[in-house]
């Protein structure tokens, strides 16, 4: 039997509506986060959507030294923990060592395991050791199947509050291909699978000193992942992504998300009723 697993006052899984999972790659500003989360969210809200709010207050594995990373935990956090207080929803955020998972913890509601981070135990379990959900990206070189071990290292920790997410695999250099047979293998563990739209059409290191992407190729992946039938929707989304600090390449326009997330849902109606 599947896993539902509470976020904020919903609950994901097989069996319930999807949800979404969006905001700016990284913490820009405060200005730019709340803006960017109240307009997404009031978009989820007219779609019947579960929403949470998404924005990391460090990216720790930016291609360059010289690429921005965010403002640090502290004033991240502050940011991360008005746009919940103020405008109601849910947060994750990414963390990268665990004392990052334990003091992010004491204010999001999803600690995210980057993928490039997805076998690392000791953040897995200080991850787990929040109480909070975890949210485990497979990493791009992992099989789907290999994230049973991932799984299985939160478990030991006596959590179930577990997501896992599809983000793409490697595919030669600068490039990733998603396997569909992913999203059943990994529900196949029980807990919910997010299909994570953007950084599946992402180019790794494909700007030279900056990742590239070609998000063109965002809306009919995440058509097929919703006909595979997925829980969730992962999206890095951007009032104007050309001019984003990080991941522009790969991100949704913020004017583009609804019609997008429309047609998405009508899909996994349809893959609903199928089954």
């Known amino acids: 039997m599947a896993q539902l697993v509470d976020i904020g006052s919903f609950k994901v899984g097989q069996g319930q509506?999807?949800?979404?999972?969006?905001?700016?790659?990284?913490?820009?500003?405060?200005?730019?986060?709340?803006?960017?989360?109240?307009?997404?969210?009031?978009?989820?809200?007219s779609l019947n959507m579960p929403y949470?709010?998404?924005?990391?207050?460090?990216?720790?594995?930016?291609?360059?030294?010289?690429?921005?990373?965010?403002?640090g935990i502290r004033h991240g956090l502050e940011i991360l923990a008005k746009v919940k207080a103020q405008i109601g929803i849910?947060?994750?955020?990414?963390?990268?060592?665990e004392t990052q998972a334990t003091e992010a913890g004491t204010v999001v509601d999803v600690l995210q395991i980057p993928a490039f981070l997805c076998r690392q135990t000791d953040l897995?379990?200080?991850?787990?050791?929040?109480?909070k959900v975890v949210n485990v990206k497979k990493g791009q070189f992992l099989s789907p199947a290999e994230m049973s071990q991932a799984v299985k290292k939160v478990e030991e920790c006596g959590s179930r509050r577990i997501v896992l997410t599809e983000r793409g695999s490697s595919f030669g250099y600068n490039n990733?291909?998603?396997?569909?047979?992913?999203?059943?293998?990994?529900?196949?563990?029980?807990?919910?699978?997010?299909?994570?739209?953007?950084?599946?059409?992402?180019?790794?290191?494909?700007?030279?000193?900056k990742s590239s992407g070609q998000r063109e190729f965002v809306e009919p992946l995440a058509c097929a992942a919703a006909g595979a039938g997925v829980d969730?929707?992962?999206?890095?989304?951007?009032?104007?992504?050309?001019?984003?600090?990080?991941?522009g390449p790969n991100m949704v326009p913020l004017h583009q998300l609804k019609s997008l997330l429309e047609r998405i849902l009508r899909i996994c109606d349809a893959a609903k009723q199928k089954r």
């Open 90 to 97: 849910p947060v994750l955020t990414d963390v990268h060592t």
């Open 124 to 131: 897995l379990i200080a991850a787990a050791n929040t109480g």
């Open 232 to 247: 969730g929707f992962f999206m890095e989304v951007h009032p104007n992504p050309d001019e984003a600090l990080s991941d």
């Open 17 to 45: 509506p999807p949800f979404l999972i969006a905001g700016p790659c990284v913490i820009e500003n405060e200005q730019l986060v709340m803006e960017t989360a109240g307009r997404i969210a009031d978009i989820a809200n």
């Open 52 to 71: 949470v709010f998404k924005s990391s207050f460090d990216k720790a594995n930016r291609t360059s030294i010289t690429s921005f990373r965010g403002p």
């Open 176 to 209: 990733l291909v998603v396997d569909m047979r992913s999203f059943p293998i990994m529900r196949s563990f029980g807990y919910p699978v997010v299909f994570d739209a953007t950084h599946s059409v992402q180019l790794p290191g494909g700007g030279g000193t």
